[in-house]
């Protein structure tokens, strides 16, 4: 697998052979007389599955191929064993042919979900604090004016505070500074598929990206915050036996990716989101 590209071309013939690729091994997986055996967790499953049916039951709207045209994905992992025990990928809905799992398989904008993973956490490795000084400026002045990103006046606050409040104007600022190659490096560490030669700008600092993220990829990131910084790839898998009884399975490797120290401090940030913001 590749996470690094050096033009937007090459990445497209990556994906091109990529999925010929995929399309070929996915039938022989079907026909090839298999035992899968996974992590995942019916109750936890249930559960989930409750959870983004109750959050998304006030829009009841039906798009053209009959399904809902409002939907939603979650990815549950079990941060000590760093695997997938429950996955949605759309809301509960009657159909035997529609096979889309978005939590895996469709890509969006994180939104603000992204400044702890390549704005704040870089700027902590890079001798930020949480009682450090960032400068909240006008996102659109900063749109027009990109060169001018760092000289630009603002409103001051600590970089918690920032957090907390979910600050734009201090995230793109900040990102601006430790620069977009390096937040979007931890990205690609994390084995994130679709980050390409053109997300590298500061609207990634808001979740902008040209293709975007999975549940799955974020959930995986931040398992590997709580994890003291330590990434290992996430899947469900416990299991493949071949048809002739061979083990095939073979877990991904861990590796550091943050500070173990500044993970603990992001995560004590984080809660203030919920507390104070």
């Given at each position: 697998?590749?996470?690094?590209?050096?033009?937007?071309?090459?990445?497209?013939?990556?994906?091109?052979?990529?999925?010929?690729?995929?399309?070929?091994?996915?039938?022989?997986?079907?026909?090839?007389?298999?035992?899968?055996t996974?992590?995942?967790?019916?109750?936890?499953?249930?559960?989930?599955?409750?959870?983004?049916?109750?959050?998304?039951a006030?829009?009841?709207?039906?798009?053209?191929?009959?399904?809902y045209?409002?939907?939603?994905?979650?990815?549950?992992?079990?941060?000590?064993?760093?695997?997938?025990?429950?996955?949605?990928?759309?809301?509960?809905?009657?159909?035997?042919?529609?096979?889309?799992?978005?939590?895996?398989?469709?890509?969006?904008?994180?939104?603000?979900?992204?400044?702890?993973?390549?704005?704040?956490?870089?700027?902590?490795?890079?001798?930020?604090?949480?009682?450090?000084?960032?400068?909240?400026?006008?996102?659109?002045?900063?749109?027009?004016?990109?060169?001018?990103?760092?000289?630009?006046?603002?409103?001051?606050?600590?970089?918690?505070?920032?957090?907390?409040?979910?600050?734009?104007?201090?995230?793109?600022r900040?990102?601006?500074?430790?620069?977009?190659?390096a937040?979007?490096?931890?990205?690609?560490?994390?084995?994130?598929?679709?980050?390409?030669?053109?997300?590298?700008y500061?609207?990634?600092?808001?979740?902008?990206?040209?293709?975007?993220?999975?549940?799955?990829?974020?959930?995986?990131?931040?398992?590997?915050?709580?994890?003291?910084?330590?990434?290992?790839?996430?899947?469900?898998?416990?299991?493949?036996?071949?048809?002739?009884?061979?083990?095939?399975?073979?877990?991904?490797?861990?590796?550091?990716?943050?500070?173990?120290?500044?993970?603990?401090?992001?995560?004590?940030?984080?809660?203030?989101?919920?507390?104070?913001?």
């Amino acid at each position: 697998f590749r996470y690094y590209f050096a033009t937007m071309e090459d990445y497209n013939f990556y994906m091109e052979t990529y999925n010929q690729a995929y399309e070929r091994i996915r039938a022989e997986l079907y026909i090839g007389g298999y035992v899968v055996t996974t992590t995942l967790n019916k109750e936890k499953q249930a559960l989930l599955q409750e959870s983004v049916d109750n959050a998304l039951a006030f829009d009841e709207e039906l798009a053209e191929n009959g399904q809902y045209a409002f939907q939603g994905a979650a990815t549950v992992i079990n941060n000590e064993t760093g695997k997938v025990e429950a996955i949605v990928g759309g809301r509960t809905q009657n159909s035997s042919t529609y096979t889309l799992n978005r939590a895996y398989q469709s890509y969006r904008q994180p939104g603000s979900s992204i400044k702890p993973l390549i704005v704040y956490l870089p700027a902590l490795e890079r001798g930020y604090t949480d009682r450090s000084t960032v400068t909240e400026i006008n996102v659109e002045k900063a749109k027009e004016e990109p060169e001018k990103v760092l000289e630009m006046y603002g409103t001051k606050m600590t970089l918690r505070s920032a957090v907390e409040n979910s600050k734009n104007g201090a995230a793109w600022r900040l990102f601006c500074e430790i620069t977009p190659e390096a937040g979007l490096n931890y990205l690609q560490e994390m084995s994130f598929a679709r980050i390409v030669p053109d997300d590298f700008y500061p609207a990634a600092s808001l979740g902008g990206f040209t293709y975007g993220v999975t549940t799955v990829e974020m959930a995986n990131a931040y398992s590997c915050m709580v994890n003291h910084g330590r990434f290992q790839q996430t899947d469900c898998i416990v299991s493949i036996l071949d048809k002739y009884g061979e083990e095939l399975y073979e877990p991904y490797e861990t590796r550091q990716v943050y500070v173990s120290e500044q993970t603990e401090l992001m995560i004590d940030i984080l809660k203030g989101v919920i507390t104070k913001g």
